[in-house]
């Protein structure tokens, strides 16, 4: 029985790996670039500021206050990772107004994910793996239309696997979902 427990909780951490707000952009990213035939080179030389900003946040936590908590589980570790992200993303929206005009909805909407995320982290854990998921699912919507609804018949996956690993709350989680729902539909 503590085998099987343990090997669903292996299961879980690479899902919960492969369904990671990194993930997601990465999936988001080619699915945009094949929709608007943008060059993949050219959309992420507009998102360098704000992968420079994140990559910045974790040196500094990881270099400087020597803290391990690379997940962003706990929400005094999760405070600053926004203001980081968000400032990073605003100087990649810049880039892409220059760059990749016929996006700036799709990047207006990410910012104020980004934005309205990181204010809500200040004071309460919200989701970042749903946030990643559900606007992953709308990305795709928007794109591709409705053969592509069926991707939020695995939302409830997500939402599984960071209660098992105990990340989360329902709450958090759907609250992450809604956030994206509101912003991206």
Not at 71 to 98: E, H, N, W
């Amino acid at each position: 029985m503590a085998r099987a427990k343990q090997t669903t909780y292996q299961i879980a951490q690479i899902l919960s790996i492969i369904t990671s707000p990194v993930t997601m952009v990465g999936l988001m990213i080619a699915g945009v670039c094949y929709k608007y035939e943008i060059s993949i080179t050219t959309f992420l030389f507009t998102l360098i500021p704000f992968f420079s900003f994140i990559l910045a946040y974790f040196v500094y936590k990881v270099l400087i206050k020597k803290d391990s908590d690379l997940d962003l589980t706990k929400l005094k570790t999760r405070r600053y990772f926004g203001i980081f992200a968000f400032i990073g993303f605003s100087f990649s929206y810049v880039l892409a107004k220059q760059y990749l005009p016929q996006l700036d909805l799709l990047f207006v909407r990410a910012g104020i994910i980004i934005l309205i995320s990181g204010i809500i982290t200040t004071r309460w854990k919200i989701s970042f793996h749903s946030i990643g998921y559900t606007s992953f699912c709308c990305t795709y919507v928007m794109l591709f239309g409705i053969c592509s609804y069926w991707l939020f018949l695995l939302l409830p996956v997500v939402y599984c696997i960071r209660l098992l690993l105990k990340k989360h709350t329902l709450a958090q989680l759907i609250a992450g979902s809604v956030l994206s729902l509101i912003i991206l539909l």
